[in-house]
């Protein structure tokens, strides 16, 4: 019997026909990026807008994935973290609204270790709305193995490309377990007290480290063995540094789709409503009940008077994050 490719698998599960021209167009660009790594390895030597230095796959996979989506007839708007502005196209349908990280992880690009390309699909052509009401998101890890990993809100799901660039079934139906994998991302210097307890905690619970500075690389590891992923706010930094829209949403419209949770520390990151493409946003995703331990361990532990100061002075009121209702330990 010959292993479910991508397309019948979408089919079986009863995708929108156009949603799944989408991603299995999506799909063919991945032996295209897969193919241009060798050649790619240098920095660009610019800057995008989040200040990040650009390496040459970052520009040549962002290229290679938008001119394939301006080609579809499904997409109305696409914004990619290598992009300063939402790129409007001219659809006779609807469209769908795309968010794009063309390379996660590419400070790892010349050690050779696994980066990816995160996607989150929504409805209307509106990107700019909750997390949770993509129709579709997944990502594409590029490892020892290539695979895509993808939801339609019917369970989560790994496929693995083959050499003709195509995809075949490895997982269906992933749950995240249990596990005991943490990551935390930003300096050690710039974490907040409460972060730092919780990762203490964590660590004498018997978690281990496992941080490879690959988002989607270190997510998939949690989304397989269990566990909790980190960037947090930090003293510096109140909003830490992963992008609400190209790298929380679609990578917690997966974990949620898998039993797991995403969270700020206070609120679910999927029900934000963005104020802009660039919005950052402190990150939690992992098991269920590590979120949950993790936002009563941000309610309930005393937080020093700098950290008070620090989260009263900034914007996390006018992100639409809630600030925490902190009980004094008489
Ligand atoms: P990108 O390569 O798309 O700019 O993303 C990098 C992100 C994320 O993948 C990773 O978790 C984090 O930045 C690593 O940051 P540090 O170098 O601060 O660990
Ligand atoms: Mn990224
Ligand atoms: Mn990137």
Redesign the pocket.
């Known amino acids: 019997m010959t292993a479910i490719n991508l397309e019948q698998h979408l089919t079986d599960n009863n995708c929108d026909e156009q949603l799944k021209d989408l991603i299995i167009l999506l799909s063919r660009q991945a032996p295209k990026i897969k193919s241009v790594f060798a050649h790619n390895q240098d920095s660009a030597g610019t800057l995008n807008t989040h200040g990040d230095e650009q390496a040459e796959l970052d520009k040549v996979a962002d290229e290679i994935i938008i001119n394939a989506l301006r080609e579809s007839n499904h997409v109305k708007t696409i914004a990619s973290?290598e992009q300063s502005d939402i790129i409007e196209i001219i659809t006779p349908y609807e469209g769908y609204g795309i968010t794009l990280?063309p390379?996660?992880?590419?400070s790892l690009i010349s050690v050779n270790l696994s980066v990816g390309t995160?996607i989150g699909i929504y409805p209307n052509g509106n990107i700019l709305q909750e997390g949770k009401n993509m129709v579709a998101s997944m990502y594409i890890l590029y490892g020892p193995l290539t695979i895509l990993v993808y939801t339609i809100k019917n369970g989560v799901h790994e496929f693995v490309m083959d050499e003709n660039g195509e995809f075949t079934i490895l997982r269906e139906n992933i749950t995240m377990p249990q596990g005991n994998i943490y990551s935390s991302g930003g300096l050690k210097k710039d974490h907040k007290e409460k972060h730092s307890k919780f990762i203490e905690k964590l660590e004498n619970d018997g978690h281990k480290l496992r941080y490879s500075g690959?988002?989607?690389a270190d997510f998939h590891q949690i989304l397989r063995y269990g566990g909790i992923f980190s960037y947090p706010s930090l003293k510096n930094n109140e909003n830490g540094k992963?992008?609400l829209l190209?790298?929380a949403n679609p990578i917690g419209f997966i974990a949620k789709q898998a039993g797991g949770e995403i969270s700020t520390g206070f609120k679910d990151i999927l029900d934000i409503i963005p104020k802009s493409i660039e919005d950052k946003v402190p990150l939690y995703v992992g098991n269920k009940n590590k979120i949950k331990n993790l936002e009563e361990h941000m309610k309930k532990e005393k937080i020093d008077e700098k950290d008070k100061e620090i989260i009263e002075e900034n914007h996390i009121n006018s992100t639409n994050y809630e600030v925490p209702i902190y009980e004094s330990k008489q």
């Open positions: 973290e990280d390379l996660d992880g590419s995160i690959s988002f989607v992963l992008r190209f790298e």
